[in-house]
Every structure is written in structure tokens, then in C-alpha cells.
């Protein structure tokens, strides 16, 4: 038989309390996880998993109360030599350790769960191991795995069999492993929300190929996939290419060989290959010329606080990061509704431990993405337990929690993931946060390491669940004063054919068209009456594309309007035309006195189709004017809820 001894233990946990509902402390969890190798991964040197579990142990168990878990918790840390499959056997050592593992789980009687592992080329490697597993009964005879870096098609992944006397029971989900990384469907949601608020429609995506990022690559195909599809009526968002990214490679050439219409690069890579990446084209053209913006994302890696701990040990590592850097935005995300907080001890290069005992937090080096995995295990077996009055149920498996309904899981007091099920689909609720660098640390003035985050990151914008609406938080600051890439202002409104009759301080708007006022009501009535009266489209006689006329009009330097030369028009109806689209919306005659105006002008007689017009907009506006009472509430609430939770993000 195998034995315990047999591994490199650095540390080992017991929590034993009694908890209201349970009759008597029973061993419910043991934690296998592998340590960090300060020779394979650069965040090691900033992260300590001692410190990191015995944080999460301690606040998930207690949270400012006197009792505990209500079970064991054991976690048991191994070391293997190796930073990949390749170098001194480790998969070899891997693969003894996970059936170590498997054969540990079926004489205990707790949950057996590996989290892991930490180098991200290892993903798939183990994922397999574990899914080729057979879930036996009891359930808690199994091994799980819970990871914190690596990606899964979805939330979950299942095993491949099911022990035989299992086969007819409805039961046991079949579940073998879970994955924290933000799912990809909320991902490209969150990223086509981000691109389309901004207006930018040709994109290249940019993905790592090393041993630490293996899976970034599937993720850029898929994402090619989605974001290319859109609501139907909107242009695709236009995803011009696939490039990848290696230690070897020249980012220069790869800039060069794009298109020159490329609005955005999406980065998928670590911060170490990113900040490769900037240094390399840091001062080309199309960043000095800020016709190109940069959303870096780690796909193994996307906690606030974990990302931006780990882009300024980065930093303090690389030289002046140039135009390129000055057009980056990081993208990381934190669970939905929690915020982020620039004060937050977390982000200092110690975090929080809190001690039950002293009710107070130490300092500690917490890697959260490590301790949201640690939480989701305990809170698991505490559910499953609450359950079955006390015991382990030898007919679910570990994830079964999460099946039956919503699942909250507690990480640190700032932190709490949220996880819920909508017929076969599982959803994780998350905020994301887009990151600029300071032009100080772009240029190399400032030291990042001695500078507080604040002024190192600068919070451009945050999209909140359900993520449809962008809001800004800081200007972004563009290279050599430029106003950032074109914009395609077709991707939120549909073709700019459907803007001609939208007035001018409405294509203002962050996202045009999308708002609707009398005087921009009296603006449209403006245009159709050119129709009408030169029998013609919208601009007659102009030789300027539909995108090109709203530009103009949308510019007002000079104002920009149709011309009406024809000498059978009246010159009553030429100024009617001329001061329902003035540029001052002040200026604008309401549609009663547009009325007054023609019955005066006529003497009092009706007229068939201006009348019939007239009657139509002033119905349709009574109707807009209730409707946009209404709607104006509702925003303003939702405005100001935004409102107070930027406010709190922002540095004091």
C-alpha cells in the first residue's frame, strides 16, 4: 500500500471543531498541492502557498467567529522537481504522485482533492489523468481537482466512467474537475463588450506559446470564433488574424504583416511575455501614432489583485515600455459586486492572514487565485456535509453543491466568488477591471517597485455583470496626445446609413443613437422634411459616404447639413428646415410651435402631408416623453449605484 510518508509534506493543517449540526469532529478534506518553483515561475518570488492556505483556512473556518469548519482540513504540500513534463522526469514523478493520489482517496474518508497543479503546461496533462479516473462509491472514495490556473472548456470537466453499480443511479453528476479561470463564454462576452464600446472592429490576437501558457492558443481560436458573431443587424466584429507569440519571435515583423485598418490587438499571454512583447515594439508607428490599442490577458491568471501584484514585479524587471505601453490596457476580473479597492492590503507585497485568535490580519505574501481554490474545496465539503446531517454522502460527488442551486464561496473579506446553474448551463458572475500604465512608467521615470499601485495602474474602465455596459472611470491617455484608434461607431448602432436623421449632440454620446430627446426628435423631423420636399434621400447632390456625412455632422466644425437649392421651395419651409436642425438644440422650435408656425403660414388651412407628419411626431413624442421619464429614473438609479462603486475604487 502506498503511504503518506512517501511525499515531500512542507505543511499539514488539521482544523478539528464542532459545528452546530455536526454530532462529532470527522476528518471531511485533504488538500494535495504542489509548491511553487522559484526557478519555473517569476510570481513565486511574490506568492507563498504556506502563507496562502493557512490564510484561507483560517478565514474561511472562522470569519469573525469563535467556531471552525466543523471538520479536518489537511492540506499537504509536495514538491517535484522540473519546470515541465520534459525536465527530470517530472512527468514521470507527476504521474506517481496523482496515482499516489487515487490510491490514497479509496481508504480514507474524506474528500481527497488536488489543486493544481501550478505550471500551466501541465494542464492538460493532469486534467487527463484525473478524468480517466473512475468515480467509485462512495463518492469520497475518488480523487477531485480544483484548479487556479488552468482552463477548461467550461466550468467543469467529467470522469470519464462511473463505477458499474453506479451506472443507473441519477445521483452522482460524474464530475471530476473544476477550473476557477473566468469561463470563456463570460470572457468573450465581456471582451466584445469592451471592443464595441470603444468602436473598434478590426482585431488580431496575439497568444503565447511557452511552457507556462499551452492552452492560450485554443483560447485565441475560440475567440476568433465568438467574437466574429454578433446580434443580428450588427456588424461582426472583423478578427483579422491568429499570431503567435514566442521567446524567439520578432513582434516587429508580426506588427509589420497587419493590415493597416488593425484597431485593437488582443494580447493572451503572461505579463513576463507581454512585457516582452511591449519593450520590442514599444516606439513603432502605429503606437506612437495611437492607432493601435493592446488588451493584454492572462488566461491563467485573471484575479485583480493577483495580476496587477504580479505586473509590477514585471515592471520593476523592464525598461521604459514606450508608445506600446501608453496604448496597453490590462484586463483582469474580480467576483461580481465586490469592487475593487486600491487601499487593499492585499496588493501590498504582504497580504492579509487573519488569526482567530488576535482577530487581526498579518501580513502574508497571498496568491488569491491559489486561496479561491482552497475556499471552493472547503466550502464544498461544508455544503455537502450540511446536507447529509454531518457525513459525507457516499452518493454525490464533491461538486454536487454546485448542481443543486447557487454557491457562494467566501475567499477573503473583500472576495467571495458566486456560482450558479440555469438548465444545463453554469454560470460564474464576474466584474471586470481595464487597467492603463501610467505615463511615468511608460516612459521610465518612475520606479514601479517604490511607487504606490495607484500610481502605477490607473482604472480606465470597468464593465459589471451582466456586462453590456461599459463605464468609464479615468481618461485614457493616448500616445503624443492622439485620441486613440479610429472608430467604427457602426458596432453599437448598426450602419451609419440608419444616423442620418440623428442630430449632432446625440452622435456625441459614448454610444450613438442610443438616446432619444424631443429636440433630437426635432432634428429628425428637420431632415425628413428635406425628404419630402425635394422628393430625394437624406443629403442630396452629396458625394460623401454615409460614415463621412455622420462624422461631419457629428463634428459641428462647421456644422454640416443638407442642401436645399431648389427655387420651388418656399422660403418658409427653407427656415422651418433650417432652425429644426440647428446646431444649438436650444435653438430648436418645439413641435408645437412648428405646428403654429404652419397654420399661421397657411392661414389657418390644413395641409395633407406636413399636417399628417406633424400629428405623428407630436403622438409619438407624448408617448417618447413617458417613456423617457421612466427610463431616465431607472438609469439614474443605476448611474448612481455605478457612480458610488467607481468612487470607491479610486485612490483617495
Not at 323 to 337: D, E, H, T, Y
Amino acid at each position: 500500500m502506498l503511504l503518506i510518508q512517501t511525499f515531500s509534506i512542507a505543511l499539514m493543517l488539521s482544523a478539528v471543531f464542532s459545528f452546530g449540526f455536526l454530532k462529532c469532529s470527522a476528518a471531511g478534506l485533504t488538500i494535495y498541492m504542489l509548491n511553487l518553483d522559484k526557478m519555473c515561475l517569476l510570481e513565486s518570488t511574490i506568492f507563498d502557498l504556506n502563507s496562502t492556505l493557512q490564510s484561507t483556512i483560517n478565514y474561511t473556518c472562522f470569519r469573525g467567529k469563535t467556531h471552525g469548519c466543523g471538520f479536518d482540513v489537511m492540506v499537504k504540500l509536495h514538491s517535484i522537481q522540473g519546470c515541465s513534463l520534459r525536465e527530470k522526469q517530472r512527468d514521470k514523478e507527476l504521474v506517481r504522485f496523482l496515482s499516489q493520489l487515487v490510491q490514497i482517496a479509496k481508504y480514507t474518508q474524506t474528500y481527497t482533492v488536488f489543486i493544481g497543479p501550478p505550471l500551466g503546461g501541465e494542464c492538460n496533462f493532469v486534467s487527463n489523468f484525473i478524468d480517466k479516473g473512475t468515480i467509485d462509491k462512495p463518492a469520497y472514495h475518488s480523487l477531485y481537482q480544483v484548479g487556479y490556473c488552468c482552463r477548461l472548456d467550461s466550468l467543469f470537466e467529467f470522469s470519464a466512467s462511473l463505477q458499474e453499480r453506479w451506472r443507473r443511479s441519477h445521483g452522482c453528476q460524474n464530475i471530476a474537475s473544476l477550473s476557477l479561470t473566468v469561463q470563456t463564454h463570460t470572457l468573450v462576452t465581456a471582451l466584445h463588450t469592451f471592443l464595441a464600446s470603444n468602436h473598434w472592429e478590426n482585431i488580431a490576437i496575439v497568444y503565447e506559446v511557452s511552457q507556462l501558457n499551452l492552452h492560450a492558443a485554443i483560447l485565441a481560436e475560440i475567440m476568433q470564433l465568438f467574437l466574429s458573431r454578433t446580434a443580428k443587424g450588427l456588424p461582426e466584429l472583423n478578427v483579422l488574424t491568429l499570431l503567435s507569440l514566442q521567446w524567439d519571435t520578432d513582434p516587429k515583423i508580426q506588427i509589420e504583416q497587419l493590415r493597416i485598418n488593425c484597431e485593437a490587438i488582443i494580447l493572451l499571454a503572461r505579463p513576463p511575455m507581454a512585457a516582452f512583447f511591449l519593450s520590442a515594439v514599444s516606439n513603432m508607428t502605429p503606437f506612437l501614432d495611437g492607432r493601435i490599442a493592446i488588451i493584454q490577458f492572462d488566461p491563467s491568471s485573471t484575479i485583480t489583485y493577483d495580476v496587477l501584484r504580479f505586473w509590477r514585479l514585471v515592471l520593476s524587471h523592464t525598461s521604459g515600455l514606450g508608445a506600446a505601453g501608453q496604448s496597453l490596457f490590462i484586463m483582469s476580473a474580480l467576483p461580481a459586486g465586490d469592487g475593487y479597492d486600491t487601499s487593499a492590503e492585499i496588493l501590498n507585497s504582504h497580504g492579509l492572514l487573519y488569526n482567530p485568535t488576535l482577530a487581526s490580519f498579518l501580513s502574508q505574501n497571498l496568491m488569491v487565485s491559489a486561496a479561491s481554490a482552497v475556499a471552493m474545496a472547503i466550502q464544498l465539503t461544508y455544503l455537502n456535509l450540511k446536507a447529509n446531517d454531518g457525513v459525507l454522502p457516499s452518493d454525490a460527488d464533491l461538486f454536487q453543491p454546485l448542481v443543486e442551486g447557487p454557491v457562494d464561496v467566501p475567499v477573503f473579506p473583500n472576495i467571495t466568488f458566486k456560482f450558479s446553474k440555469e438548465a444545463d448551463a453554469y454560470f460564474d458572475y464576474h466584474d471586470f477591471y481595464f487597467f492603463s500604465l501610467s505615463p511615468g512608467i511608460c516612459n521610465g521615470s518612475l520606479n514601479s517597485s517604490q511607487t504606490p499601485f495607484h500610481e502605477v495602474f490607473e482604472l480606465s474602465y470597468v464593465l459589471f455583470w451582466p456586462l453590456k455596459q461599459l463605464s468609464d472611470v479615468q481618461p485614457k491617455i493616448w500616445p503624443n496626445g492622439s485620441y486613440g484608434p479610429k472608430k467604427n461607431y457602426c458596432l453599437r448602432t448598426g450602419c451609419n446609413e440608419y444616423l442620418l436623421w440623428t442630430a449632432p449632440e446625440l452622435l456625441r454620446e459614448p454610444i450613438r443613437g442610443t438616446i432619444a430627446t424631443q429636440k433630437g426628435d426635432v432634428y429628425s423631423f428637420g431632415i425628413i422634411l428635406q425628404e419630402i420636399l425635394c422628393c430625394s434621400e437624406p443629403f442630396p447632390d452629396c458625394d460623401l459616404s454615409a460614415e463621412d456625412i455622420v462624422e461631419k455632422v457629428r463634428a459641428g466644425d462647421p456644422p454640416f447639413r443638407p442642401e436645399v437649392n431648389g427655387a420651388e421651395i418656399h422660403y418658409f419651409y427653407k427656415n422651418l428646415m433650417q432652425s429644426a436642425w440647428a446646431e444649438n438644440s436650444d435653438l430648436r422650435p418645439t413641435f408645437n410651435e412648428i405646428s403654429a408656425q404652419i397654420d399661421q403660414f397657411k392661414g389657418g388651412k390644413k395641409t395633407n402631408i406636413i399636417d399628417h407628419m406633424l400629428n405623428m411626431m407630436e403622438r409619438y413624442s407624448e408617448d417618447l416623453e413617458s417613456q423617457v421619464r421612466e427610463r431616465t429614473l431607472e438609469i439614474e438609479q443605476e448611474k448612481s449605484k455605478t457612480e458610488e462603486l467607481i468612487a470607491k475604487m479610486l485612490p483617495p
